[in-house]
Nanobody
Framework: QVQLVESGGGLVQAGGSLRLSCAASGRAFSRYAWFRQAPGKERESVAAITWTSGSTYYADSVKGRFTISRDNAENRVYLQMSSLKPEDTAVYYC?????????????????WGQGTQVTVSS
């Protein structure tokens, strides 16, 4: 059974940092990504990483502030978030799937975690 479990969310002040973790079990995937959804808004992409090559992709809104990485030994994907802003407040989801065209497209991913809440106070 495939499972993606996110952790690391919480409440942080603007300008602060958080690190999200996604633990994958059940099978290996070629690409992982983080998406987020704020109340009343559509889900949007944040970042993606190709497991074998380590290639990374970022939404313009987080470039220079967020870093996606992977840990081969622990089969985890991380999202290091720095210089957080109130507009980063959302539920963050981990997603996984094969390599497809469109690393930041939600349709490229077959499996999703339950999400972890990130709240940034001003």
């Amino acid at each position: 059974q495939v499972q993606l479990v996110e952790s690391g969310g919480g409440l942080v002040q603007a300008g602060g940092s958080l690190r999200l973790s996604c633990a994958a079990s059940g099978r290996a995937f070629s690409r992982y990504a983080w998406f987020r959804q704020a109340p009343g808004k559509e889900r949007e992409s944040v970042a993606a990483i190709t497991w074998t090559s380590g290639s990374t992709y970022y939404a313009d809104s987080v470039k220079g502030r967020f870093t996606i990485s992977r840990d081969n030994a622990e089969n985890r994907v991380y999202l290091q978030m720095s210089s957080l802003k109130p507009e980063d407040t959302a539920v963050y989801y981990c997603a996984a799937g094969p390599v497809r065209i469109g690393a930041l497209a939600s349709t490229s991913y077959d499996y999703w975690g339950q999400g972890t809440q990130v709240t940034v106070s001003s």
